[in-house]
């Protein structure tokens, strides 16, 4: 195999790491690669940061930041930061829970759009468990239309269990109109109910998947699990037949009238 294969095969394992975990994978690979040069760092650097789009996590070091834009569509951004700044403080401020925010704005023949990209995760490993969230919602403030895009990754794995849980939701909605000659207050209030659709959206589809928390214990109800002596079932159909054919024969009570 040429070391254009070796790489587009190491490539393939490190983009499909679950949440959290890149780096333990990374460090896997290290150490039973023949070539440790097949890992140098400019090559690992391109796939990390590829990983880090495709799972959303590239709006962390980001979030909130209203980024450079100027003139009418400025306003837009800072609106929507302050709210989405709010709504996660408000509804993803769990322990072990990290989350974050990117406002950008485009403009087409005059029409700005808006795009938020949300991105939250919770990494416990200690526990078996891992799981992300990412969303990236289009908002057109002039015909109030916003257009979602939800992917939700759960991963969890105890004593050679191995479950992942990929989901991907797209939704849409139209709320009221924003223009730029709107005040303040009006600004506000539309920044409000754009950040309450993504709420709604975001408790409806955790509500519908239980992804975090369920996973988890249904991997533990697919084990087997210790009888409370303590001790592992044998399963030896013979002898399980034999012991009830014996019991059967000692039975005395079944042979009364």
């Keep these: 195999m040429t070391e254009a294969n070796n790489q587009g095969a190491i490539r393939r394992i490190l983009l499909a790491s679950p949440p959290g975990q890149f780096d333990i994978i990374l460090e896997d690979l290290r150490s039973i690669l023949p070539k440790p040069t097949l890992l140098e760092p400019n090559f690992v650097a391109v796939i990390r940061s590829e990983w880090d789009a495709a799972n959303g996590r590239s709006a962390i070091p980001a979030g909130g930041d209203a980024g ?29 829970v990290r989350a974050a925010h990117n406002v950008t704005a485009s403009t087409v023949d005059e029409t700005p759009t808006l795009t938020i990209a949300t991105y ?4 416990d ?3 078996h468990r891992a799981g992300s969230w990412k969303g990236c919602y289009k908002i057109c403030p002039t015909s109030g239309s916003i257009h979602g895009e939800i992917s939700v990754w759960a ?15 797209s939704l849409d909605a ?13 600004r506000s209030s539309w920044s409000s109910a754009v950040t309450r659709q993504i709420g709604s959206w975001e408790e409806i589809e955790l509500m519908k998947y239980h992804t975090y928390e369920s996973i988890g214990s249904s991997l533990k109800r697919l084990r087997r699990v210790m009888p409370v002596t303590r001790t592992k079932m044998e399963w030896n159909v013979m002898a399980h037949r ?12 079944k042979f009364k009238h």
């Design 242 to 253: 034999v012991k009830q054919t014996l019991s059967e024969g000692h039975d005395k009570d």
């Design 155 to 169: 991963h969890t794995f105890e004593n050679g269990g191995n479950v992942q849980l990929i989901s991907n939701i």
């Design 68 to 96: 450079s834009e100027c003139g009418d569509v400025k306003f837009y951004i800072n609106s929507l930061s302050e709210a989405m700044d709010l709504h996660l403080a408000t509804n993803f401020s769990s322990p072990g």
């Design 125 to 127: 490993l200690q526990n």
């Design 120 to 123: 939250a995760e919770r990494i």
């Design 174 to 186: 139209t709320l009221s109109r924003c223009s730029t000659t709107d005040g303040s207050e009006k």
